[in-house]
């Protein structure tokens, strides 16, 4: 495989704003989509995290070469959505197995399983086993959605030095600054909203927002490195304006099980982002039996 630079259309930058009706068009049916879910929670809520696993294992799929009408890709989608159903249903012992057993899809197709199946089932704990329950969800995709919406403004309207020009030349480092301010300010407004809390919940929420906002970032660049790689613009063509669920996704495939983790060293009835050092360190503590 020629190692040689694709071309690739600036997403951010001083890029024309042509692709930014249908990005908002897109953007508004997803969100209402995923609100309704949330909001809802159970079943609905569920399939609508399988359904997601699932096309984004038929995207990683075809860009690796596996047809998703063969047996072997057929196979492969199924995987996911069996290790998504297992979660759902708190089997999470099983979710593991899934992703140990997909070996046999090969190394690309093997990590890849395990991405998409840390995150969705990441997403599926975050809303139906922890306290906060549909705050946890609406924390994590806030600090994707704001970071990832203020970079792509700041990035187009300030411009500057690119932040990773060989991974994806549309970035900037004004743009990324932007977004982990949007990150900052999702965080805090969520935190908020979700109840009472006091200065030192606040302080929390914000530093947990920024490091979830680079974890974003670092999640996006992660995915277009790999596109890159392939020599391929978009993962797919479902989201005009976005491309696939990868593109669209792929900061959040970073942040959920971050978040999920953070949510294990959470104290009764509080959101992980009210998480400190003294809950870290009780939360390695009791994993470690001492």
Not at 89 to 99: D, I, S
Request: one cysteine or more; a positive charge; charged letters at 10%.
């Amino acid at each position: 495989m020629s190692s040689l630079p694709v071309p690739e259309t600036p997403r951010r930058g001083n890029a024309t704003w042509s692709d930014l009706r249908p990005r908002l068009i897109s953007a508004a049916v997803l969100i209402i989509i995923a609100g309704a879910a949330i909001q809802a929670g159970g079943l609905f809520y569920g399939a609508l995290i399988i359904v997601a696993m699932c096309g984004m294992a038929s995207e990683l799929a075809t860009l690796f070469g596996t047809s998703v009408r063969s047996w072997r890709g057929v196979l492969y989608i199924a995987w996911m959505g069996c290790a998504g159903i297992a979660a759902l249903y708190g089997h999470w012992n099983a979710v593991p197995a899934f992703v140990m057993s997909a070996f046999i899809f090969g190394p690309p197709l093997w990590a890849g399983s395990a991405v998409i199946a840390a995150a969705g089932t990441a997403l599926l704990w975050l809303r139906l086993c922890t306290p906060p329950g549909a705050w946890s969800v609406l924390f994590a995709i806030g600090v994707v959605v704001f970071s990832d919406s203020t970079a792509y403004i700041t990035g187009r309207l300030v411009g500057g030095p690119k932040l990773a020009p060989r991974i994806s030349p549309g970035k900037t480092r004004s743009g990324a600054m932007g977004g982990l301010a949007g990150a900052l300010m999702a965080g805090i407004v969520v935190a908020a909203l979700s109840g009472p809390a006091d200065d030192d919940v606040m302080l929390r929420s914000a530093v947990w927002a920024v490091v979830l906002g680079i974890v974003a970032q670092a999640g996006d660049l992660a995915e277009s490195a790999m596109k890159r790689a392939l020599g391929v613009k978009d993962s797919g063509r479902l989201l005009p304006g976005h491309g696939g669920l990868l593109d669209r996704f792929d900061a959040l495939l970073a942040v959920a099980p971050v978040a999920a983790a953070l949510s294990l060293a959470a104290r009764p009835g509080q959101g992980f982002w009210s998480v400190g050092p003294e809950d870290m360190w009780a939360a390695v503590l009791r994993l470690t039996g001492q």
